[in-house]
């Protein structure tokens, strides 16, 4: 009798199915927490240097690709992108960067409170160095 007892649990072992299934319950979770944690970060990645755009009636431009970001800030400072450079060190940087040589499009930023010198001060370095394709970035008028 204690045979036979061994003999089926042997084949109560071997003779169960093998669940070959893949269990996505898992998988769907990190899924959702990585959906989640990019959703609240793009905002912050697509910000750049913050600054108080002038508001005005122009049309937007099309953009192909990342463009070229030059920004005033009210203070003065000069950023290339969000890196903080000085003005002597802002052509050779551009030069670095453009793909494009002096063809390529670059867009000029200014805080709304900055001075109107320092902004053209930038663009006339920016033209002297040879680039005349500079857009000066600002904010549509809302009709409220």
């Known amino acids: 009798m204690a045979m036979s007892m ?3 649990r042997r084949r109560g072992r ?5 669940n070959a299934e893949i269990n996505i319950a898992p998988l769907v979770d990190v899924m959702l927490v990585l959906l989640l944690i990019f959703m609240m970060t793009a905002k912050d990645l697509l910000s750049g240097v913050d600054v108080q755009l002038p508001k ?6 099309p953009v192909n690709k990342d463009p070229l970001m030059v920004t005033v800030q009210r203070n003065g400072e000069v950023f290339l992108s969000d890196d903080a450079v000085t003005l002597d060190d802002l052509v050779s940087k551009l030069t670095a ?3 494009n040589g002096f063809d390529e499009r670059i ?3 200014g805080d709304a409170d900055t001075r109107h010198e320092d902004i053209m001060l930038v663009m006339s370095r920016i033209n002297g160095a040879g680039y ?3 857009g000066l970035v600002t904010e ?3 009709n409220e």
């Not at 071997?14 to 093998?18: L, S, W």
């Not at 005005?56 to 431009?61: F, G, H, N, R």
């Open 140 to 142: 549509p008028v809302r």
């Open 14 to 18: 071997r003779g169960g199915k093998v």
């Open 107 to 109: 867009y000029l930023r």
């Open 56 to 61: 005005t009636d122009a049309t937007t431009l």
């Open 6 to 8: 061994n003999k089926s």
């Open 97 to 99: 960067i453009a793909g």
């Open 132 to 134: 005349t394709n500079i």
